[in-house]
């Protein structure tokens, strides 16, 4: 049964994707912004608060639902899941930028392809040469892939559905409740501090399991060394880890931007490199799949 909610939720992101600014996702964000304007006051005790509001009663609601639809019938509890991780999953979230991009750059569209850069990852790119503007589409396409993918399927093989919106909750909050301030004890204070931690925790295993898979279905020895040496020096722990295993999987170099160490080995990264970062991620999905499926036969006998 998991494995083919997986394949139903895959399949239908894929032929209906949730468009941005859909009715679930801004509601939720409108109950989110509602609750850090009650509850923000300084304090990293106040977001404690509003985390656990924003993230137990939602995935306690999906659990009890789930139940209640068991009791009645194995197939709505089922079709309850596909939902669950239809909303949860966001391939098509990134890969439409990335393809924007990558055609653009093909057509020599550059500042096209600034736009559509700048707009997704939040910055300026009026300034940057087509060699970097490949190489931050990559880093922001890896990094899409992990969090709106294997992030999910990771909780959603450890917690079921619930896991999987928990892990994407988490995922949220962390990027949309403010940049918490770190004393110098390094210890994270402010509204934002908890949810930020909280999401350092969830992405542990995450992390290592997207790079893991990245490694094994690229150059694995690459992956690893690139993996074990650089991914301390990279401005966030879970991304320094997905993105040295990518880089030493695809043998390219990445990062190198200000405030980001080069990272990976081989020539810098190009606009021809593009397709090769995409085979990566299918290649990790399917290598999934694949062993999810192993494992639901497994269990039949």
Not at 87 to 92: C, D, S, V, Y
Not at 207 to 232: H, L, P
Not at 279 to 290: D, E, P, S, V
Request: net charge neutral.
């Amino acid at each position: 049964m998991i494995f083919l909610a997986l394949m139903a939720a895959l399949a239908l992101e894929q032929l209906q994707p949730l468009r941005p600014g859909n009715f679930a996702h801004r509601s939720y964000f409108q109950a989110a912004t509602a609750l850090e304007h009650q509850f923000d006051a300084g304090e990293r005790r106040h977001g404690v608060v509003a985390w656990l509001l924003a993230v137990v009663p939602v995935c306690l609601a999906a659990v009890v639902v789930r139940y209640a639809l068991a009791h009645v019938n194995g197939a709505l509890a089922w079709a309850w899941d596909v939902v669950l991780l239809y909303l949860a999953l966001g391939f098509r979230q990134f890969s439409h930028h990335y393809t924007a991009i990558a055609k653009a750059l093909r057509a020599g569209e550059y500042d096209r392809a600034r736009e559509i850069l700048g707009a997704w990852r939040g910055i300026d790119a009026g300034a940057l040469e087509p060699v970097a503007i490949a190489r931050l589409t990559i880093e922001q396409g890896l990094r899409g892939a992990h969090r709106h993918v294997f992030g999910v399927l990771v909780w959603f093989l450890i917690l079921g559905a619930a896991g999987a919106l928990a892990y994407r909750i988490a995922a949220v909050l962390a990027a949309r409740w403010g940049t918490a301030v770190t004393t110098p004890e390094g210890d994270r204070v402010g509204f934002g501090g908890f949810a930020r931690d909280a999401f350092r925790w969830i992405e542990w295993l995450p992390a290592r399991a997207t790079a893991v898979s990245f490694s094994i279905v690229g150059n694995f020895e690459d992956a690893i060394y690139c993996w074990r040496t650089q991914a301390a020096g990279w401005r966030d722990e879970a991304d320094g880890i997905v993105q040295t295993a990518a880089a030493g999987a695809l043998g390219v170099k990445l990062g190198g931007t200000p405030g980001e160490p080069e990272i990976g080995m081989g020539e810098l990264a190009d606009v021809q490199d593009l397709p090769a970062a995409v085979g990566l991620i299918w290649r990790a999905l399917m290598m999934w799949m694949f062993l999810i499926l192993l494992a639901t036969i497994a269990s039949w006998f």
